[in-house]
């Protein structure tokens, strides 16, 4: 979500208007850090890099990388055919009790298999009004 929100893609206004929402909590892992953090800040995109530090400064709480989340992941993964990262991101949100997992990922792929949370998609989210 954070990622379509700073490309500006198609579902840019709806991950906007959901992450300027005063009355969501969001919570964050170190598995999306590390997907988000690593190249802008490489490629010293700092403009990019203050907007997700932004985010990361006001979660509740961000899930750091441990053996018991792999394991969890693990299990995850064979249970609903989830890819690894997939897998890392739903453990992380269910250890920290989230009931909302939003994602730029179409409807019907395995990531929509999950029981512990409802998933989202933003592409099946109505534009937000301007």
């Known amino acids: 979500m954070l990622l379509a929100a700073w490309r500006s893609e198609s579902r840019a206004a709806a991950a906007l208007s959901l992450l300027a929402d005063d009355a ?3 919570y964050s892992s170190q598995m999306v850090r590390l997907e988000l953090l690593p190249k802008p800040r490489f490629e010293k995109c ?6 997700y530090e932004h985010h ?3 979660v509740a709480a961000c899930e ?5 989340l792999g394991q969890e992941a693990e299990k995850l993964a064979a249970c609903y055919g989830l890819a690894g990262a997939d ?19 179409k409807p019907g792929k395995p990531l929509f298999r999950v029981k512990e949370l409802k998933v989202i ?5 109505p534009a937000p009004k301007p």
Do not use: M
């Open 24 to 26: 969501r909590v969001f």
């Open 46 to 51: 700092r403009a990019e890099v203050a907007f």
């Open 56 to 58: 990361f400064g006001e």
């Open 64 to 68: 750091p990388l441990s053996e018991t």
């Open 87 to 105: 897998a890392l991101q739903v453990a992380a949100a269910i250890r920290q009790g989230v009931e909302e997992f939003y994602t730029t990922e």
């Open 121 to 125: 998609s933003l592409q099946a989210l």
